[in-house]
């Protein structure tokens, strides 16, 4: 049971990366799945996630508009593509999973707010983003 991520690398300002965040050995039913970064020096933030539940979507603030998310049902996999990467978007990115309680909808806030203290299901190993003046 894991989570795989994928797709980081080094590109100028301006350009565009895909990452890629499957699952194996579980379904993302039921789940939320998101991204969270994490730059030298600075706290681990949200940057975007989605609800296998309802298809619910959220952004950061500093993302909206530039990064896209996405779910591949067949093939268990989150897709973050990123456009117009700035060098602020420098960072280590991690996916997580996280099963919704039943009944509940939407993203819920430790998906948009890093929460250190609570166990999410399941993380993927960090990919490293570089973005280049």
């Known amino acids: 049971v894991q989570l795989q991520a994928s797709g980081g690398g080094s590109v100028h300002a301006g350009g565009s990366l895909r990452l890629a965040c499957a699952a194996s050995g579980f379904s993302f039913d039921n789940h939320v799945i998101g991204w969270f970064r994490q730059a030298p020096g600075k706290e681990r933030e949200g940057v975007s996630s989605i609800s296998r539940r309802d298809g619910s979507i959220f952004y950061s603030e500093s993302v909206k508009g530039r990064f896209t998310i996405s779910s591949d049902n067949a093939k268990n996999t989150i897709y973050l593509q990123m456009t117009g990467l700035t060098p602020e978007d420098t960072a280590v990115y991690y996916c997580?999973?996280?099963?919704?309680?039943?009944?509940?909808?939407?993203?819920?806030?430790?998906?948009?707010?890093?929460?250190?203290?609570?166990?999410?299901?399941?993380w993927g190993q960090g990919t490293l983003v570089t973005v280049s003046s």
């Open positions: 997580v999973a996280d099963k919704l309680h039943a009944g509940l909808v939407g993203i819920p806030r430790r998906f948009r707010v890093f929460e250190s203290a609570y166990p999410y299901d399941y």
